[in-house]
């Protein structure tokens, strides 16, 4: 509740209540329509095509008198919604508020009597329910900074002829326009939003006349009306009780013992905040009333009963919506009672300390302000339901991402994907520990058959959950007595009086006296367990963040010198280390942080850590610093050791102590209500009507003489002390608010949406934000997921090759998936299914096919093509926005159009064209303006414009979201061969075969069909491709073949992937390989050498090239041998990207077999080693490789015996020898027609795995073959050489080298 500690700067008094105000009829002005209700009934209507006649009835309107003018629009208004005028929005006003106006803290009439009487006024008659109802409000200013309003709505007989008059008009009016439809059905539908409540009661004319009728000289006619107290504290029951003394004065047959303003203006002057960790008593009419409020060192106030939330919705259900409030999604609370939608959202958002909602926030949304549904912004809002509609009748703007609470049917719906809150089940079972000491049951208390439900609403909705003000009057009672013997209501009874709802509503009716005997304690007993739970609940969830965030200073990046460079470079400053906390983080908690940390409470959480290095410490942010202190100070722990290990709170007992004892001791008593110096005569005494009050006694407060202004001086001058430091820090004080202003909104596209003001300007103007507000969120994410991928900073770090994959990749991409659901739902027009953008690409696929099936529709083709030398390519995969539509409608796996939407925007990510897709789908500018209102931001054209462009930035990096997330579907890839023709045949006449392998499988060994190069297959996603093991069985007479490299592209996503060889495949030629394993690279329009210089890290690695193959093989003795020293280079380099690998995180670790088997691998850098000084390649004309010389090595360790200096050492070099020997053989006798290369990478790869290399080379140096075989300058005869590879080999002794099956598949060692 941000800025709601205290009254605002410079605020003098700590006053208990700021305003108090009454709302009602004006009896002057008389009946009036609720223009904006109506206006926005109408335009709904409109929407639904049915202006044409009404919109002729409402130009006739302009010139008649008041009265006409009342009884015709009202008219109107009925006409478009089939409603009895009863049950109509008439306007209400504020008859008066006391004191006129506060300087720190001034009236918005508007919002209040909006909030006041989010309905406007309502009629009853005497046969009518008209029990008092009590709710409260919060009015969030500019700032930030809350007030809080408490409202108590009774009854009053209407004594004015004229409106009795009225509305006897209205019903004869409206009942001779029912009985010329009622054979007919109705045709007005009416949108759900604004149903009436009896909607579907029209279907007799003697149903009509019982319940529609209203007769002046029959019936007495009651109007609604309401008294207010705006508070800056959340002080619910205190207020409560207050208001609840001042009505029963009003209702009581005696009159009360002073003048209503006595006790009016006694809370208005003089009754005193209590201060911070102290309890106060003032006096109401009738009896005492106590509050308290929490230490410095406490958790913030919060009086609103958590009971009822958890009894409302239960736990499981609470525990999923406040995650998703603190994912900040969208959250709409659903309820026909608005004190149950502001004790749920006020419930929700206390839960959150330390962090605190940042959007818009309307726990109660008025009737006139329902196109606020509309935002694109994360918001929770309160909308009131109507008697009998269900939520399918409900159409909201966009449910992508909405979390919809039906609070009294005890349900919830919620967004398809989001992540668990960290350590769940242990902590709902926490919870449900404190719940059940309080006799609550954790699945909440609305678990009960439908009929007693109605039986519940029909007559306990007073006794349940504390729904009304607890004003029971007698014939409610009876018939509760009547109905005593009903099993059902015998449950309920029981089921109320378990959770101690009861007492409290008894209470009230209960005699006075009786009360006072039996109160012994100051504080009454429920009450007292109320708070308690509420503190005791609030302490297990602020300690789960404590646990959470214990090490979070260690990540703030105090990057500025002063306040003022920070604020005014905010937006381009890192302030939190993300990647370094989410790596210290325990992996099941990383779903949900990886989240949480993007949102704008965690960002404002941290900016108030920043700032309170110049500033005084946010109260929130210093109550939980001083908890971790506290947890450091009990358990010393080292940072790096994070465990998920559950640590239950332990706090709970001192927390309800301290508010036991203020509640039993009182620390301070207000002064007693007194009479004050009034005329006499005014403000006569008459039950059951509000007495016109004394203005001029209610204006001002008393001079400054009471017992709390010194304590109140004191602060002030404190306060006007850090008011002037503040002031002259430097910075000029506007300029300062501005940058704050900013600062804390950024990534907030609207604050608080203004009640006071609906013109339609004004309604222009915030979607007018909105729209900016989108375009600077799409912006800054854009920038954030092209940073992420190729930031320096990550490079810098040694964080690989500047790219990041896994959890924060996928965080980053969900929230783009997010905002374009938002914009695709902002300004919509015609909604179909819950996904506003897969609506949008459904119809424009069917206007698309259409013209298909009429002409041969032109598609975007793409440009590259695949050519090889050999002119033999792959076919150009065309460009199609719809053929990735099917591709998405082909996949069983996704079940919901939400689901189709994100995977169509991860594809079109992954292809590079999400940009170029969405262009193509707005162009269809008939389609748009069809589906959108003017000022939606699809329409606005230069915006739109910007933000195609902002995402066309994303084709810079690579993504691979899709393939990496739908693993399991069925992908179609097409495969090319593609032989050198110059030296080879095209065709070979043996039997070749092909397995692809991937990331994610591989295909297993397919044949390819005689006399062809091409082939396609299905099979399930194999993910990044990275080898294909190809080869044949050497029959027929042209069985050699030299091939080039062979091509595979992935149909879906058209990843194409080359997987270079260059080599032959055949006995007697080459080294006699019939089948080889390629390393792939994934085929990029960038260049290697650009791509290198963007990212400052080596490319990518891929199958050694066959320029490097040929002159191992000295097909051509032209090519320049690397010296000694790029040698030793390259295998530094080698080594070092193995171990960059497995520093990563595991989910961000890219191909280890590229590393190893790649163009710049390991095995390549030991191949140039071993080649170093290699003797003449050709003896008698026969080819020589380096497993020749492996080869005669391995028999002279077998025949000979080694003669060592010291027996240790022999026996270590024996073992040493009999595992090589061992290997080498396993490899020679495997059942693979492998050549002598493939050996020498096969054993290299298992030495690597099994931490062998670095003992197998110093036995090769020393083998007596070598001085026949190398020369005397080579690599390995050079002691200090071989000694410096053993070291560099050493360092991947630590890691666990998990080998691709293809690499080795047959090798049993």
Not at 496 to 506: L, P, Q
Request: hydrophobic share 35%.
């Amino acid at each position: 509740m941000s800025g709601s500690g205290a009254p605002g700067p410079g605020a003098a008094p700590c006053r208990f209540a700021h305003y108090f105000v009454l709302c009602g009829i004006d009896a002057e002005s008389g009946l009036e329509p609720d223009e904006l209700a109506v206006l926005y009934k109408w335009l709904e209507a409109n929407l639904h095509g049915k202006s044409s006649d009404t919109a002729d009835k409402t130009s006739a309107v302009s010139e008649t008198s008041l009265f006409g003018q009342v009884i015709i629009s009202l008219f109107v208004a009925g006409e478009n919604f089939d409603q009895s005028p009863l049950r109509r929005t008439f306007k209400s006003k504020v008859l008066a508020h006391y004191p006129q106006n506060i300087e720190w803290n001034p009236f918005d009439q508007d919002a209040v009597n909006m909030l006041c009487m989010p309905k406007g006024l309502s009629f009853r008659t005497q046969t009518d329910n008209r029990d008092p109802q009590l709710h409260s409000f919060i009015i969030t200013r500019e700032d930030g900074s809350r007030t809080y309003g408490f409202v108590l709505t009774f009854y009053e007989e209407v004594t004015s002829k004229q409106i009795c008059t009225a509305m006897q008009t209205l019903y004869q009016m409206h009942n001779a326009e029912q009985y010329s439809s009622v054979c007919a059905s109705s045709s007005c539908s009416m949108d759900s939003l604004a149903s009436s409540i009896d909607e579907g009661d029209a279907t007799s004319l003697a149903k009509l006349q019982r319940y529609n009728s209203y007769d002046i000289s029959r019936d007495t006619l009651y109007v609604s009306k309401c008294i207010c107290l705006i508070t800056p504290l959340p002080f619910m029951q205190a207020c409560k009780k207050f208001l609840v003394q001042l009505y029963k004065a009003v209702t009581s047959q005696q009159p009360p013992p002073l003048p209503l303003e006595s006790y009016i203006h006694n809370i208005l002057y003089e009754v005193p905040l209590p201060p911070p960790g102290r309890s106060l008593k003032f006096y109401g009419v009738y009896e005492p009333i106590i509050c308290q409020r929490p230490g410095p060192n406490e958790l913030p106030l919060s009086d609103y009963p958590l009971r009822e939330v958890f009894e409302l919705l239960g736990l499981e259900n609470l525990v999923q919506v406040f995650t998703c409030v603190l994912l900040e999604m969208q959250i709409l609370l659903y309820s026909q009672d608005y004190q149950r939608l502001m004790t749920v959202a006020e419930g929700i958002t206390t839960l959150l300390f330390p962090f605190q909602w940042q959007h818009v926030y309307v726990p109660i949304l008025p009737a006139s302000l329902l196109h606020f549904l509309d935002a694109p912004v994360p918001y929770l809002m309160g909308l009131q339901s109507k008697e009998g509609t269900d939520r399918s009748k409900l159409e909201l703007p966009q449910e992508a991402n909405l979390c919809f609470v039906d609070i009294d049917n005890h349900f919830i719906e919620l967004p398809e994907e989001f992540p668990q809150f960290p350590n769940k089940l242990e902590f709902i079972q926490e919870i449900s520990e404190v719940l059940l000491q309080f006799g609550i049951p954790p699945e909440g208390n609305l678990h009960c058959s439908d009929s007693a439900t109605k039986l519940k609403n029909l007559v306990l909705s007073d006794l349940v959950n504390d729904k009304k003000n607890g004003n029971i009057p007698s014939n409610a009672l009876n018939m509760y007595e009547l109905l005593k013997g009903n099993e059902t209501i015998a449950r309920l009874q029981a089921l109320a009086k378990r959770t101690g709802v009861m007492m409290e509503k008894m209470a009230i009716t209960a005699p006075l006296a009786e009360k006072q005997k039996d109160g012994k304690l100051p504080c009454e007993e429920v009450e007292l367990r109320d708070y308690k739970l509420n503190v005791q609940l609030r302490e297990v969830f602020a300690n789960r963040f404590t646990q959470m965030f214990a090490d979070y200073e260690a990540f703030v990046i105090q990057a500025a010198p002063d306040m003022e460079s920070w604020l005014t470079n905010r937006e381009q400053m890192q302030n939190f280390d993300k990647a370094s906390f989410l790596s210290d983080q325990p992996e099941p908690y990383l779903p949900f942080l990886s989240h949480f940390i993007e949102t704008q409470m965690f960002a404002t959480f941290i900016d108030n850590k920043i700032i309170s290095q110049w500033e005084e410490k946010d109260p929130f942010l210093r109550v939980f610093d001083s908890r971790i202190e506290k947890i450091r100070l009990y358990n010393v722990r080292a940072p790096a050791l994070r465990t998920s290990n559950y640590q239950k709170c332990s706090t709970l007992k001192e927390a309800a102590q301290s508010i036991e004892q203020r509640l039993m001791k009182i620390d301070h008593t207000a002064i007693h209500p007194h009479l004050l110096d009034m005329k006499i005569g005014q403000g006569k005494y008459e039950q059951g009507f509000f007495p016109k009050l004394q203005s001029d006694v209610l204006a001002t407060g008393p001079a400054n003489n009471n017992r709390w202004a010194s304590r109140s001086t004191t602060t002030q001058r404190r306060k006007d002390r850090l008011r002037q430091h503040s002031e002259h820090i430097g910075l000029d004080n506007d300029l300062r608010e501005k940058y704050m202003q900013e600062a804390r909104s950024l990534g907030k596209n609207l604050r608080q949406p203004k009640l006071s003001d609906l013109s339609p300007a004004v309604i222009a103007q915030t979607n007018w934000k909105f729209v900016e507000g989108l375009l600077k969120e799409c912006r800054m994410k854009t920038k954030r997921m092209l940073v992420e991928k190729m930031g320096h900073e990550a490079v810098e770090l040694g964080h690989g090759e500047a790219n990041i994959t896994g959890l924060e990749e996928n965080t980053l991409i969900a929230s783009l998936c997010d905002l374009l659901e938002r914009i695709w739902s902002h300004g919509l027009q015609v909604k179909q299914g819950k996904s506003a953008l897969w609506s949008h690409l459904l119809q424009y696929q069917e206007r698309e096919e259409k013209q298909e099936h009429s002409a041969e529709s032109p598609v975007a083709v793409g440009t590259e093509r695949r050519k090889s030398d050999t002119g033999i390519t792959l076919p150009t995969l065309r460009v199609s926005l719809i053929q990735d539509m099917r591709h998405v409608q082909n996949m069983s796996e996704i079940k919901t159009d939400v689901g189709r939407a994100r995977a169509w925007i991860r594809l079109s990510l992954e292809k590079k064209l999400l940009s170029q897709h969405l262009k193509q789908l707005l162009s269809n500018q008939a389609l748009a303006k069809k589906l959108y209102k003017r000022y939606a931001f699809l329409r606005c054209e230069e915006e739109r414009e910007q933000f195609l462009y902002h995402l066309l930035s994303l084709n810079a990096v690579d993504y691979f979201c899709f393939t990496s997330v739908f693993t399991t579907i069925m992908i179609p890839y097409r495969s090319v061969i593609i032989p050198i023709k110059k030296l080879s045949n095209a065709i070979t006449t043996s039997n070749p075969w092909i397995c692809v392998s991937g990331e994610l499988g591989d295909t297993g060994v397919m044949q390819i069909p005689k006399n062809h190069l091409e082939m396609t297959f299905e099979c399930q996603n194999l993910g990044k491709l990275t080898t294909v093991q190809i080869g044949h069985d050497n029959s027929g007479l042209l069985a050699k073949w030299l091939v080039d490299c062979v091509m595979v592209r992935n149909e879906i996503t058209g990843h194409t992937y080359k997987f270079p060889c260059g080599r032959w495949l055949g006995k007697g030629v080459d080294d006699g390989s019939l089948e080889r394993i390629l390393i792939g690279e994934l085929m990029s329009s960038t260049s290697d050498e650009e791509l290198g210089k963007q990212c400052r890290t080596p490319p990518q690695q891929k199958s050694p090239t066959t320029a490097r193959r040929l002159s191992i093989t000295s097909l051509t003795g032209k090519n320049t041998k690397p010296n000694a020293g790029q040698i030793q280079e390259g295998i530094g380099e080698a080594v070092n990207n193995i171990v960059k690998h497995f520093h990563k995180p595991e989910k961000e670790r890219g191909s280890l077999t590229i590393l190893l088997c790649g163009e710049n691998g390991l095995v390549a850098a030991l191949e140039q080693v071993f080649h170093h000084g290699f003797k003449s390649a050709r003896i008698f004309h026969k080819n020589v490789f380096i497993w020749d010389f492996i080869e005669k090595a391995v028999a002279y360790f077998e025949t000979s015996d080694q003669i060592g200096d010291n027996e240790e050492a022999l026996l270590l070099q024996r073992s040493s020898c009999k595992t090589f020997c061992h290997y080498v053989n396993a490899i020679n006798t495997a059942p693979r027609n492998i050549g002598k290369d493939g050996k020498f990478q096969i054993l290299v790869c298992l030495g690597t795995r099994d931490h062998l290399l670095s003992q197998w080379i110093p036995l090769l140096a020393e083998c007596p073959p070598i001085t026949r075989m190398y020369e005397e300058n080579a690599l390995l005869r050079d002691r200090m050489t071989v000694n410096s590879l053993i070291r560099v080999l050493q360092t991947l002794q630590d890691f666990n080298i998990i080998l691709e099956g293809s690499l080795i598949k047959g090798v049993d060692v």
